[in-house]
């Protein structure tokens, strides 16, 4: 005689009617599935999951700590109490129809399923968040490939209880949301092309995490800092946050400086502009003091001997200037900042390292410095390129040269003043 007979027998014979004590007995059954499946669910929560969690601690790895913690085994530890459920309904509820307890048994069953599905994406987040912190896969669009996991996953489980709470079969509910495609490609369209373009971007290594993009049409100038399924996270250098579509990254154009970072110097490329007027050709009392600049000596040195030697195989005296190879001003001055580069110890030797003259504007004539630092951090990077300009504007007026400069109130005054006294 089992346990529900009992109680059945125990109450009619303290004096409840028959139907009365059929009704009580099933209650207190249930009730007392109910405390069962209670007591084995504070059991695994407050007894296994400790000893679990102070075994795992325990062993030398580090990963098992996050795999197998409290908050991802809970959801596993969720599924004693319906499972007990599970099995003890069929002997509480004797009395009751075969389509209650079945009704019951899918409840159950539902709730299973659901407490698995979650413990399979807290796992899955769990795994994630070990893998993200290894040097080899920190680049890697790895949260977005984990989100579209999680919504599958989750799209699927939603079908599956759709099809216990109905009591029909799956793939049928499965195959009549085939007819629905077109709704849910556009419900999810952004995931969707979020995906696609999360793996053509992993694929083609043209983002990662920690690269530096400029994305004028969004505001974005910065570092990337996530990259989710819908969403690119860049924290600008004002320490906004900009959030842009991944789709939008391949189909229009953005600037990535993870080449610059990567290559072995920061291209510096500045012109000055020289005002016309002030070029001229050298005078012997000018190049005798350019010989007195270090990095000049030589250069100018070489250059009278050419101009010497060229003179007198054409006996042309060399007090002549007009003879096209008489040096200027502005020639020395390249050579000066030639010179000036390549004896920087902050300028990359070994990559483009060039003066050159551009066109002219009604400007002046810009003289541009095209150069690599060796130093590619923001902040000593511009430290380098000010030092450098500095530089250059304080040593003109040594070659007789003039910055041009539009004129200010300031110049407008100064003459003014000049021409009444």
């Known amino acids: 005689m089992n346990i529900v007979q009992t109680i059945y027998d125990g109450l009619v014979a303290i004096g409840f009617s028959e139907e009365t004590a059929k009704i009580l007995d099933q209650l207190v059954a249930f009730v007392g599935v109910l405390l069962v499946a209670y007591l084995a669910d504070t059991i695994c929560r407050k007894i296994l999951l400790n000893i679990v969690g102070r075994i795992i601690k325990r062993t030398k790895v580090s990963w098992d700590d996050v795999v197998f913690d409290r908050s991802v085994m809970i959801h596993l530890s969720r599924m004693v109490a319906p499972i007990i459920i599970y099995v003890l309904i069929p002997a509480t509820f004797i009395e009751f129809s075969a389509t209650t307890v079945d009704f019951v048994h899918r409840l159950c069953w539902v709730f299973v399923v659901f407490m698995f599905v979650r413990f399979l994406s807290a796992l899955l987040e769990a795994v994630y968040s070990v893998i993200h912190k290894k040097e080899q896969y920190r680049q890697r669009p790895l949260k977005g490939i984990l989100q579209t996991v999680q919504i599958i996953l989750y799209s699927l489980t939603a079908i599956y209880i759709v099809s216990q709470l109905l009591n029909k079969d799956f793939t049928a509910i499965f195959a009549a949301l085939g007819a629905s495609a077109a709704i849910l490609m556009l419900v999810f369209k952004d995931s969707i092309m979020g995906f696609v373009s999360g793996i053509q971007l992993s694929t083609n290594n043209m983002l990662r995490v920690g690269d530096w993009i400029v994305m004028n049409k969004y505001g974005a100038d910065g570092t990337v800092i996530e990259v989710t399924l819908n969403t690119v996270k860049v924290q600008n250098w004002d320490n906004t946050i900009v959030t842009i579509p991944p789709y939008s990254l391949m189909s229009d154009s953005f600037q990535n400086w993870r080449g610059m970072e990567e290559s072995p110097g920061r291209r510096i490329k500045r012109s000055i502009n020289i005002d016309m007027n002030s070029i001229h050709f050298c005078t012997p009392e000018m190049l005798a003091k350019y010989r007195k600049i270090h990095l000049l000596s030589n250069y100018v040195d070489q250059k009278e001997q050419v101009v010497k030697e060229y003179n007198d195989h054409h006996h042309v005296d060399n007090s002549v200037l007009v003879n096209g190879r ?96």
């Not at 030092?387 to 407008?412: K, N």
Request: some cysteine; aromatic content about 14%.
């Open 326 to 421: 008489r040096q200027t001003n502005l020639g020395v001055f390249r050579a000066y900042l030639n010179n000036y580069l390549k004896n920087h110890p902050s300028v990359r030797h070994d990559m483009t390292c060039m003066v050159r003259q551009l066109q002219p504007t009604q400007t002046g004539i810009p003289i541009e410095l095209y150069f690599f630092s060796a130093i590619k951090e923001w902040v000593p990077y511009e430290g380098l390129q000010a030092d450098v300009f500095d530089h250059v504007l304080a040593i003109i007026p040594e070659f007789d040269l003039r910055v041009y400069q539009s004129p200010s109130g300031a110049d407008f005054r100064e003459y003014n003043s000049a021409k009444e006294g």
